[in-house]
């Protein structure tokens, strides 16, 4: 999913167009780029996991940043994120593999 895909969706969740659920509907069944970063091993690995990440397009980066310009309030970040999370659960369960083993791929 691209970034301009979230945020399109997000305008018609607010536009009225799509309901809360139904957006949550179409983030369940979307792919979404992995953001999360592997687990550091070296000491030079943690002191780089307190820089920020950069963003990722396509992944919840995209949901958290409508939430933090105020597009979404808090109960809708969350069915939505909920809803992110549930794709990427389905996608590693598929694929036989847990989120962890994904998120470095």
């Given at each position: ?20 659920e139904q ?83």
């Amino acid at each position: 999913m691209k970034a301009s895909d979230v945020a399109d969706l997000i305008a018609e969740m607010r536009a009225g167009t799509l309901s809360l659920e139904q957006l949550a509907e179409v983030f369940r069944a979307r792919r979404w780029e992995r953001a999360r970063r592997p687990a550091p091993t070296t000491d030079e690995e943690r002191a780089a996991q307190l820089d920020p990440a950069p963003h990722v397009p396509g992944s919840i980066d995209d949901l958290t940043r409508a939430y933090d310009r105020g597009e979404l309030t808090w109960e809708q970040y969350r069915v939505l994120a909920d809803a992110v999370a549930d794709s990427i659960d389905a996608e590693c369960e598929a694929a036989g593999r847990d989120f962890e083993a994904g998120a470095s791929e």
